[in-house]
């Protein structure tokens, strides 16, 4: 289901009343015009998956954050946010998942320049 | 007053490159940081710009304690985006080799869970001795100990070797025994079961929220479990038994575990007898390029850890985008929330008890 990044908190918070309280994954693509962040949530009880798409403009790449309803989604939060130059709105942390990494870069997106020297990616 | 510790990245009961800062208060745990990353190797980037065959070795050594099972959920997430059916044999062939696959490392668990509850070596040097059974049996089959490489498009390298199930069964037998053993063993050990019962409490609501999966979720009470509620492969027809159980502390988790185990000799040998008869070979590489059905493959396996997830986008010669949702990232990230107010010394009976790898957590 594709929908608008304004309403993803609310929409995820309304699955969530719904059933679906198990948060499987959250996984980004790039493809290159835009950016794409999937939700996977399930309903353990019916035995039921669903998933949530946004669709991100690569420029202005920002979702709010969803731990105040999924208190698992904090890591893969930061995990998509830092792989993907994703910025991940209103979380109380903003410690990057790879320590040394200085999160200037967005390694899974398509325009990575994989010759840049190590030493002027970490901090 | 707290005092912060550091504890790792390198620890024998870190099991990897984990670093835990940890803020103690005399004998108890007021927070624990995981600091991961420091087995990064960015394998969902380099698998982007290999083909699809290439990426195998890649996918194998995301966990290097269940290899086999890495490499097959990607074999299968590929047949998936390119319409591949596995052949009939094949099925059976990958539920038994999983299914070894899952006793091999529930073993290496068990063994090193003893060691850091104190049990130094007698059940580490067992349990590695039967694991090393196990894959010695697996070697059979491929010709590697650990590291395989044996799936193939629509099924396998090769097809069992002559005289494979005869000395399956009679391993599974021995397994039996072992496993009767190692129950008595350790359950009879006052220090082994006092120092995980009632330990790192995970109830059925937390543990949800939490995300956690595989054992540890089912040892909360959880009835959730990729083969029974998703079916894949022989699983179904087989008529497998999801193990849960509502204790969720460590000892709880050790109990799914070992029942985990008697369930997979009972499927492998199930599986064995209900062999079909035909070819498992899977197609050679060169023929492995067709043109992609689906754009979009996601894939879930119940891995021995927990559930794993693929999430294949699709190019003709190789994957355009590849997650791996792994399932120790999803319960190392609950460790936090699990350890918080526990003796320093628990710490590492919970983190045992997760059963984390470093190298799926990092990819």
Same mark, same amino acid.
């Given at each position: ?22 948060? !499987?994954?959250?996984?980004? !693509? ?23 798409? !946004? ?40 410690r ?28 | 007053?707290?005092t ?13 490159? =984990?670093?835990? $800062? ?15 990353? =420091? ?6 980037? $380099?698998? +982007? ?10 996918? +194998? ?10 490499a ?50 007698t ?30 498009l629509?099924?396998? *390298? ?27 063993? $350790? +359950? ?21 929220a ?23 492969y022989?699983y ?19 109990d ?33 390029? *067709? ?20 999430? $294949?986008?699709?190019d003709?010669?190789?994957p ?26 628990? =710490? ?16």
């Amino acid at each position: 289901m594709k929908i608008e990044r304004v309403d993803l908190a609310a929409r995820l918070n309304e699955m969530r009343k719904q059933g679906y309280t198990y948060l !499987v994954g959250i996984t980004a !693509v790039d493809y290159v015009n835009h950016l794409e962040i999937i939700y996977f949530v399930r309903d353990l009880a019916k035995n039921t998956e669903d998933s949530i798409n !946004v669709d991100l403009d690569p420029s202005d790449a920002w979702v709010p954050t969803i731990t105040p309803h999924f208190k698992s989604a904090d890591w893969y939060e930061r995990e998509v946010g830092e792989m993907f130059g994703i910025e991940i709105r209103g979380r109380r942390t903003d410690r990057l998942l790879l320590e040394k990494w200085n999160g200037k870069a967005a390694p899974l997106r398509k325009n990575f320049n994989w010759n840049e020297p190590y030493e002027t990616m970490i901090d | 007053m707290s005092t912060r510790i550091n504890i790792g990245p390198v620890h024998p009961s870190t099991h990897g490159v =984990l670093r835990l $800062l940890v803020d103690i208060d005399g004998d108890r745990v007021e927070s624990v940081e995981p600091h991961v990353g =420091l087995l990064h190797r960015g394998v969902e980037k $380099l698998v +982007e710009n290999r083909a699809y065959m290439q990426n195998m070795p890649y996918m +194998e050594k995301l966990d290097y304690v269940a290899p086999l099972s890495y490499a097959e959920a990607y074999v299968s997430a590929v047949e998936h985006a390119l319409g591949i059916e596995v052949k009939a044999r094949a099925v059976y062939v990958r539920t038994v080799l999983l299914e070894l696959q899952r006793i091999a490392s529930h073993l290496l668990w068990l063994g090193v869970m003893a060691n850091d509850l104190g049990q130094f070596y007698t059940v580490f040097m067992w349990a590695f001795r039967d694991r090393d059974k196990v894959l010695r049996l697996m070697e059979e089959t491929s010709g590697a100990r650990m590291f395989h490489v044996s799936m193939r498009l629509g099924g396998l *390298q090769h097809d069992l070797p002559k005289g494979f199930e005869d000395r399956c069964h009679e391993l599974l037998t021995y397994l039996e025994k072992q496993v009767d053993k190692y129950r008595n063993f $350790l +359950e009879k050990n006052s220090v082994f079961v006092e120092r995980m019962q009632g330990v790192g409490l995970l109830d059925k609501e937390r543990a949800i929220a939490l995300g956690v999966t595989g054992p540890v979720l089912r040892a909360s009470g959880v009835n959730y479990d990729v083969r029974s509620n998703n079916p894949y492969y022989a699983y179904d027809a087989l008529g497998f038994e999801p193990q849960v159980r509502s204790g969720g502390d460590c000892l709880t988790r050790y109990d799914v575990r070992m029942m985990e185990i008697e369930e997979s000799i009972r499927i492998v040998r199930e599986a064995l007898n209900a062999l079909p008869e035909g070819s498992a070979l899977g197609m050679p590489i060169r023929f492995a390029l *067709q043109a992609v059905q689906e754009r979009v493959s996601v894939v879930k396996r119940e891995m021995p850890r927990g559930e794993c997830m693929m999430y $294949l986008v699709a190019d003709p010669q190789q994957p355009y985008r590849l997650h791996v949702r792994s399932p120790s990232f999803a319960n190392l990230s609950a460790l936090s929330e699990i350890a918080k107010g526990c003796k320093t010394a628990d =710490l590492f009976a919970i983190l045992g008890s997760l059963d984390i790898v470093m190298g799926e957590v990092d990819r």
